[in-house]
């Protein structure tokens, strides 16, 4: 079981937890929602539970809670720059399909 950053999103989530006091890593997760079930969740975790599952990768502390970690595993983040666009992608080798515009997918 493993969730893994690129060096992009690891530059990116490194440079913004140093402007935070509180905060101890990456929390991901998934929310039901959008056309094809799922979506992803990312914030900036300031505790973590004796539920959560850790994962350290490139200098970063990435918690998952275990539900999520079922339909996540494997999963690469990546932060990509568009244009005036960047945005964190994901890399789900567990989907079975996502949705015409990329928010969600299924399982």
């Given at each position: 079981?493993?969730?893994?950053?690129?060096?992009?999103?690891?530059?990116?989530v490194r440079t913004y937890l140093e402007k935070r006091a509180n905060c101890v890593g990456l929390r991901l997760g998934v929310t039901k929602s959008g056309c094809s079930g799922y979506s992803y969740v990312i914030n900036y975790a300031e505790e973590i539970s004796d539920t959560d599952i850790v994962f350290e990768d490139k200098g970063v502390t990435v918690i998952v809670d275990p539900e999520a970690l079922q339909l996540i595993d494997g999963t690469e983040v990546d932060f990509v720059k568009n244009g005036l666009n960047e945005a964190f992608s994901f890399r789900n080798p567990n989907i079975s399909g996502e949705c015409g515009c990329g928010e969600s997918f299924t399982v």
């Open positions: 079981m493993a969730i893994s950053l690129t060096e992009s999103a690891a530059e990116r």
